[in-house]
């Protein structure tokens, strides 16, 4: 089991730009599928990006950020992180980062063209981010 842990969160206004950092501990010695997921007040969860922390695989991002967010990972610094640039009042919410080993999550989510939070076994506590208009 890995834990992780979200920082990088904060408040902006339309068109700034955050990056959210999500370290992981434990047993990180394993390739894992990293996930980003959001959630608004009163709205479903919706996953937002998925990096293969072992490299060599095209990563997934939602139509709904595409163009706008980036995600990438550090394997020296065992962060994963998520670019966020020009933010959108419709970007506020809670963001979470997910794990799960293996790469198959990734392959998942490119096949389907949307993530699968269920499938995760390991998230992190959440970091807030806010966009003003």
């Known amino acids: 089991q890995v834990q992780l842990l979200e920082s990088g969160g904060g408040s902006v206004e339309t068109g700034g730009s955050l990056r959210l950092s999500c370290e992981a501990s434990g047993s990180t010695s394993r390739s894992y599928s990293v996930g980003w997921f959001r959630q608004a007040p009163g709205k479903e969860r919706e996953g937002v990006a998925v990096?293969?922390?072992?490299?060599?695989?095209?990563?997934y991002i939602a139509d709904s950020v595409k163009g706008r967010f980036t995600i990438s990972h550090n394997n020296a610094e065992k962060t994963t992180y998520l670019q966020m640039s020009p933010l959108k009042p419709e970007d506020t919410a809670m963001y979470y980062c997910a794990a799960e080993p293996g790469h198959w999550l990734l392959s998942k989510s490119l096949s389907l063209g949307r993530m699968t939070g269920g499938d995760y076994g390991s998230w992190g506590q959440g970091t807030q981010v806010t966009v003003s208009s």
């Open positions: 990096i293969y922390t072992g490299g060599g695989r095209p990563n």
